[in-house]
């Protein structure tokens, strides 16, 4: 290994705050091929127990820094082929730690279109500008201006000369990379961001208004106004300017450059000015907004990330025969009802809504629905007419013997999978509303195998994704789905290829043959039978099989998420208990466990202490699923209006989505309340992902309700804290 390459595994081993060593060990798991879910969960002794975030963001690390290496040594190439690389701007080039430091270094030997001072070089102007540079104390600079004269270069006047050589000067300047450095820090630290009105009859629903007039310092603007500017100039409605402290700047440039008295001090302040204004300050203002516009978009994406994970960690609501309702006002409701493996038991189609209103028909329908299929939850759709739906499934469910519940399902996407190829190939013989009816019903048996069949940037849970690096944000959310996926397992007898190509190491074509294989030959028995899938080669196996499970496997261990590399280790241990797989899950395993001494036992089976811990724990649980420790989603039995909201009202709701400013909540009618960031608690928080997350049940208060605007203004804080903050 290089001296490069160790030098560039200590910084990062530094940055993060880990081991050297494991940093190392890291690095070659990942260029070995291994996974990052399979490293996370079956290498956590080489990798002192990272997790899949801390893995993900030291490869991304090692990759920029590779990356940053190839560019500093292409640019050391293109400055040497010139003749102009000393050992000192070498030497400053590789110390650069980011790539906008290297380019500054290499930006005054770029090659440059046509520019005034490419002009004024021409006319052999490029030593008078360096004798004006060199800050003499004596002379005359008109009397020295006069030697450059040559009419057939159409330098004829003195001030041409000088307009010259001040042209070299003020590109001098603006190719400065400690000039650039200064003036870019300048600007974050004391510029603002103004912006104006440009056009306001394009923004007919005034959702840019508050920034028609606007302005803020750079230091302190949030990641959501940034991307909020963006969208009101893209879309032609604001004009977007960088207001930097011009007086500051010229200041620094007059003191870094004029370091003593100087007869030519006047020509070089106005070249400095001149740099400035017509060199520096566009390129630094585009710098900047690029460096504001990427950190906001970080931030948007880290939340819509945070988001997804949470909403694709909702427990499933096993083992029910569920009616999905997706609402609808002329088309009609669609209704589908699944059974407890998602099959499709029947479909229909009701107009209890506007126009038609044919409730008592409908009624008929959903009740027959009912106690044909013994359906024991209902799944409603919150799109259009949700709430008047709502209103009729609970007066149905009022007119039924036994107890049925009920409860409003997030059904973004839903459309955009029953349009999908995907879509059509699961239902071909079903129409587009009667798929979206199935995947709200089967979103809540089980929320992550239903919503890994549709593009994440679908799911609802995001703030200004449209307005994202599309690129940096299907990175993010892929690395979310397959880091969710591969902690939660997956049933290799029941899972559509959606889910499967998410298991690591499985490609969309290997997750399609192992489908294959089971719709031909039948359900699988063994993990060992996955060995003979087409494509699915050595390495992919082990990669994926600690991640599929076998439920009835007729070994114990492939319903685990033990992986069959450790089978040998596991049965070892088991034999020094004095029992064998049979135990697998049962009290007296559990019981017999307890006793271990996990340190003495991984030495004698030459494992590490992670790796025997995670043994144990998968015997004890050997179903275990993350999900089941998460609180199951409100189940409701009756309906409530806007009307009926009064502030102080207590109640309890589901956090449908967070953002920077706070946290969207569903409490049972038409329009999700917003908890402010200031009412999510009474000590200071940095983000609202600090305490509330998707999915959550929370106790909420009413603060205010404006019925004619729609909106709802929630707090989290009781009725005694708030007094205690007013």
Same mark, same amino acid.
């Given at each position: ?7 560039m595994?200590?910084i ?8 050297e060593?494991?940093?190392h ?22 990798t ?5 975030v ?9 990759h ?29 080039? /590789? ?9 500054? *270094? ?18 052999? *102007? ?9 800050l ?12 450059y ?6 330098v004829?006047?003195?001030s ?6 001040q ?33 306001? /009859? ?10 028609? /007039? ?14 909020? *500017? ?8 604001l004009?977007i ?9 010229l200041? *620094? ?10 007869v ?6 106005e ?11 566009p ?35 096993? #083992? ?34 506007? =126009?038609r +209103?044919?409730?008592?028909r ?13 359906? +024991?939850?209902?799944?409603i ?20 013997? #036994? ?6 399902? +997030?059904?973004?996407?839903?459309s ?17 509303? #009667?798929?979206?009816a ?5 979103r809540?048996?089980? =929320? ?7 593009? =994440? ?7 200004y ?20 996926v ?7 007898n ?23 294989? !089971? ?7 063994s ?12 390495k992919t196996?082990?990669?994926?099989i ?8 007729k ?7 033990i ?5 040998l280790a ?20 559990k ?29 004890? !649980?050997?179903?275990?699923? =993350? ?15 806007? #009307? ?31 908890v ?10 940095k983000?609202p ?5 998707v999915?959550?049940i ?21 009725p ?7």
């Amino acid at each position: 290994m290089s001296e490069k390459h160790v030098k560039m595994k200590r910084i990062i081993a530094k940055e993060q705050a880990v081991s050297e060593k494991y940093v190392h060990n890291l690095i070659e798991l990942v260029e070995e091929g291994n996974t990052i879910p399979f490293i996370a969960r079956y290498r956590k002794e080489l990798t002192g127990e990272m997790d899949e975030v801390q893995i993900r963001e030291i490869v991304d690390k090692w990759h920029y820094m590779n990356q940053l290496q190839t560019r500093k040594e292409e640019v050391v190439r293109l400055i040497d082929e010139q003749g102009k690389l000393t050992t000192e701007l070498q030497q400053k080039i /590789e110390a650069a730690s980011k790539l906008q430091e290297v380019e500054d *270094l290499y930006r005054p030997y770029k090659q440059k279109r046509r520019t005034k001072a490419t002009v004024a070089k021409e006319k052999g *102007l490029e030593p008078f500008a360096d004798w004006l540079f060199s800050l003499p104390t004596s002379g005359d600079v008109e009397e020295e201006a006069k030697k450059y004269l040559d009419t057939e270069k159409e330098v004829s006047e003195v001030s041409d000369a000088i307009q010259g050589a001040q042209d070299i000067i003020s590109e001098w300047i603006s190719d400065h990379p400690d000039y650039r450095k200064a003036i870019r820090l300048l600007g974050l630290q004391e510029g603002k961001v103004q912006s104006v009105v440009k056009d306001e /009859e394009i923004d007919e629903k005034k959702v840019f208004e508050m920034y028609y /007039e606007y302005e803020e310092p750079v230091r302190s603007i949030v990641p959501h106004r940034i991307l909020a *500017l963006n969208r009101g100039e893209s879309e032609g409605v604001l004009r977007i300017k960088l207001i930097m402290p011009v007086e500051r700047v010229l200041s *620094l440039l007059q003191r870094k450059m004029i370091t003593k008295r100087t007869v030519a001090e006047w020509v070089l302040t106005e070249a400095i000015a001149d740099g400035y204004k017509r060199l520096i300050e566009p390129s630094i203002e585009r710098e900047i907004r690029q460096e504001l516009t990427s950190k906001a978009e970080d931030q948007a994406i880290h939340i819509f990330a945070e988001n997804l994970k949470q909403l694709l960690l909702q427990p499933p609501i096993k #083992e029910k025969i569920v009616l999905g309702v997706d609402p609808a006002y002329r088309t009609g409701c669609k209704l589908a009802v699944v059974d407890a493996t998602g099959k499709v038991l029947d479909i229909a189609v009701i107009y209890p809504t506007p =126009p038609r +209103n044919e409730v008592e028909r409908a009624k008929e329908v959903v009740k027959k629905m009912i106690a044909k299929h013994g359906v +024991n939850m209902i799944a409603i759709g919150n799109g259009t007419a949700s709430r008047e739906t709502e209103q009729f499934i609970a007066d149905v469910i009022t007119d039924l013997p #036994e107890a049925i519940y009920y409860l409003i399902v +997030n059904e973004a996407g839903a459309s955009v999978y029953s349009a999908s190829e995907l879509g059509r190939v699961e239902f071909p013989d079903l129409k587009v509303e #009667e798929r979206s009816a199935v995947s709200i019903a089967r979103r809540i048996q089980d =929320p992550l195998a239903e919503l890994v069949k549709i593009d =994440p940037k679908s799911v609802g849970v995001g703030q200004y994704q449209h307005d994202v690096s599309q690129k940096k944000l299907t990175e993010s959310l892929s690395f979310i789905v397959e880091t969710v996926v591969n902690q939660v397992g997956v049933n290799v007898n029941t899972a559509s290829v959606s889910l499967l190509q998410y298991v690591a190491g499985l490609s969309n074509a290997v997750a399609t043959n192992i489908v294959k294989q !089971r719709e031909e030959a039948g359900k699988f028995s063994s993990r060992a039978q996955l060995k003979k899938i087409p494509r699915l080669g050595a390495k992919t196996y082990e990669q994926c099989i600690g991640f599929l499970r076998i439920p009835s496997a007729k070994n114990p261990l492939d319903q685990t998420a033990i992986h069959p590399e450790a089978y040998l280790a596991t049965k070892q241990l088991l034999k020094e208990l004095n029992l064998d797989l049979s135990a697998v899950g049962t009290e007296e395993l559990k019981v017999a466990l307890e006793s271990v001494d996990v340190s003495r036992v991984a030495s004698q089976l030459e494992l590490g202490a992670p790796t025997i811990q995670d043994i144990i724990d998968s015997l004890v !649980r050997p179903s275990r699923d =993350p999900r089941d420790n998460i609180t199951k989603p409100l189940l409701k039995q009756g309906v409530m209006q806007l #009307e009926d909201l009064k502030p102080g009202m207590e109640l309890q709701g589901t956090v449908r989505n967070v953002v920077d400013f706070g946290a969207f909540i569903d409490i049972g009618v038409k329009q999700d309340g917003l908890v402010h960031i200031s009412k999510l608690t009474n000590r200071f928080v940095k983000h609202p992902l600090e305490v509330v997350v998707v999915g959550e049940i929370v106790t909420v208060w009413i603060d205010s309700v404006d019925a004619h605007k729609g909106r709802i203004a929630l707090t989290m804080l009781e009725p005694k804290q708030q007094a205690a903050t007013s």
